[in-house]
């Protein structure tokens, strides 16, 4: 038991440091969903804490969402099953979900080096073409 919480507490320190290192790099990426396309106001930002600020400007007077998933896949290149692309075989970091038209949300994500596709997963519109890629390098 006291090995187990030692071990617990030099977790929750590295976590910690691991949190206070990643403000200094705080990064904010714009989101703008479209109906046939996701813009991102750039695609590639650093190792930490990613804000994605995400707007629904889509003309198709629908909820979106952005998926965040992390995959050495093109953006255009993932699986799909009737419509939707498969999350639970890739890596999914999460997601923001049910933007009314119209409306923004926002979501910070933790982000280690790699490459990142960010996709909506209703029901059709990765295959209309609400995907992207983001490039996490240091
Ligand atoms: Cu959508």
């Given at each position: 038991m006291r090995l187990a919480y030692g071990i617990a507490v030099l977790i929750g320190a590295a976590a910690l440091g691991m949190t206070s290192h990643a403000s200094y790099a705080q990064q904010t990426v714009k989101a703008i969903l479209l109906s046939t396309s996701i813009q991102l106001d750039t695609h590639n930002v650093k190792p930490g804490r990613v804000t994605i600020d995400v707007?629904?400007?889509?003309?198709?007077?629908m909820e979106h969402e952005l998926v965040v998933l992390k995959t050495d896949?093109?953006?255009?290149a993932l699986p799909l099953s009737k419509g939707q692309v498969?999350?639970?075989k890739l890596r999914k970091v999460g997601e923001v979900e049910?933007?009314?038209?119209g409306k923004s949300k926002h979501m910070s994500f933790r982000l280690t080096p790699g490459h990142y596709v960010l996709i909506?997963?209703?029901?059709g519109h990765y295959a209309a073409g609400m995907h992207t890629a983001l490039a996490v390098t240091p």
């Open positions: 707007k629904n400007a889509a003309d198709n007077n896949l093109a953006d255009d498969p999350e639970q049910d933007i009314a038209p909506c997963n209703k029901p």
